[in-house]
């Protein structure tokens, strides 16, 4: 099993910076893609950006350019990296992982984190 835990929200004015943390514990034999994903009030959960196992990444179209994601294998940890925030960016960001459990399945798990509020306010 794969914990998730994520740090780092809070409330920021326009134009400010966060970043968020999300760190991995448990048993488990490999994380492979990670990922941030973001729900705002009334709207459906979307994807922000993912970092597979290489550090290959992929951003939504809406936050290319401000958003960086990056992760430190060595510490099953991976960080969102937000700047010139805007109120759109307001919502719960959730990480999530892809985790095989063993070296013999090559099946991956989907965890999810509890998520952490990000406000962006004036």
């Known amino acids: 099993q794969v914990q998730l835990v994520e740090s780092g929200g809070g409330l920021v004015q326009p134009g400010g910076s966060l970043r968020l943390s999300c760190a991995a514990s448990g048993t488990f034999f490999s994380l492979d893609t990670m990922g941030w994903y973001r729900q705002a009030p009334g709207k459906e959960r979307e994807l922000v950006a993912t970092?597979?196992?290489?550090?290959?990444?992929n951003y939504a179209d809406s936050v290319k350019g401000r958003f960086t994601i990056s992760r430190d294998n060595a510490k099953n940890t991976e960080y969102l990296q937000m700047n010139s925030l805007k109120p759109e960016d307001t919502a719960v960001y959730y990480c999530?992982?892809?985790?095989?459990?063993?070296?013999?399945?090559?099946?991956?798990?989907?965890?999810w984190g509890q998520g952490t509020q990000v406000t962006v306010s004036s």
């Open positions: 970092i597979d196992s290489r550090r290959n990444s």
């Open positions: 999530n992982a892809k985790a095989r459990l063993s070296s013999w399945s090559t099946f991956q798990y989907d965890y």
